[in-house]
């Protein structure tokens, strides 16, 4: 198993590089966000620290505003589908779970979604999961352009994808000699 590579963005310390791109991406929409902010006691005795909190998104039928996303480095386990739902059912606020490393492949495919709807029925949905969330903050009007608004956040998703992808991060605090020549120095990656 590799071991994530822990960076610094916008004042946070994130464990991953690739919360860290998240991280970007939310910015890049112009979402707040807060890393880390709370954990729980869940209803089986667990104990669960989400990776971040948006408090402006808009809850979906009858669950709460705001929305908890958990970020992994790759598909998530059972165990971890448990946790998130629990969350989910407990706080009645909405749970993504995401574990895209941002290549083509997986744009924004790679995720769950687990949240009540407006009859109070609790729903597991996979794909397109985050951008459906995020549309709610996009005022639709009824005048029958559903489909230019659609483009509209096509072309802001993409814009946001891109700068999480290509967002380059520098590891300075943790330099180490190059065993070539004792005086150079350069930055682990």
């Known amino acids: 198993m590799l071991t994530a590579i ?5 004042g946070y310390r994130f464990r991953s590089r690739i919360e860290a791109r998240w991280a970007v991406m939310f910015d890049a929409l112009d979402l707040k966000y807060r890393y880390e902010m709370e954990g729980f006691e869940l209803a089986d005795g667990r104990w669960y620290l989400p990776d971040f909190w948006l408090p402006d998104l808009p809850g979906l039928g009858r669950g709460s505003p705001g929305w908890w996303v958990e970020i992994k480095g790759q598909a998530p386990t059972e165990e971890e589908h448990v946790k998130a739902a629990l969350l989910a059912q407990q706080g ?3 749970v993504l779970l995401l574990w895209s490393n941002f290549d083509t ?3 924004l495919n790679d995720e769950l979604m687990f949240h009540y709807d407006h009859r109070g029925i609790f729903h597991v949905e996979q794909g397109w999961c985050f951008p ?3 549309s709610l903050l996009i005022p639709f009007q009824t005048d029958g352009i559903v489909n230019d608004v659609w483009k509209l956040l096509d072309a802001r998703l993409a814009d946001a994808w891109a ?3 290509s967002a380059r991060f520098e590891r300075r605090e943790h330099e180490r000699e190059c065993p070539k020549d004792r ?3 350069i930055a682990t990656r």
């Open 105 to 107: 492949d997986s744009a």
């Open 6 to 10: 822990e960076t610094e963005y916008n």
């Open 163 to 165: 700068a999480a992808r």
């Open 183 to 185: 005086t150079a120095r």
């Open 132 to 134: 459906c969330v995020y």
């Open 92 to 94: 009645r606020q909405g």
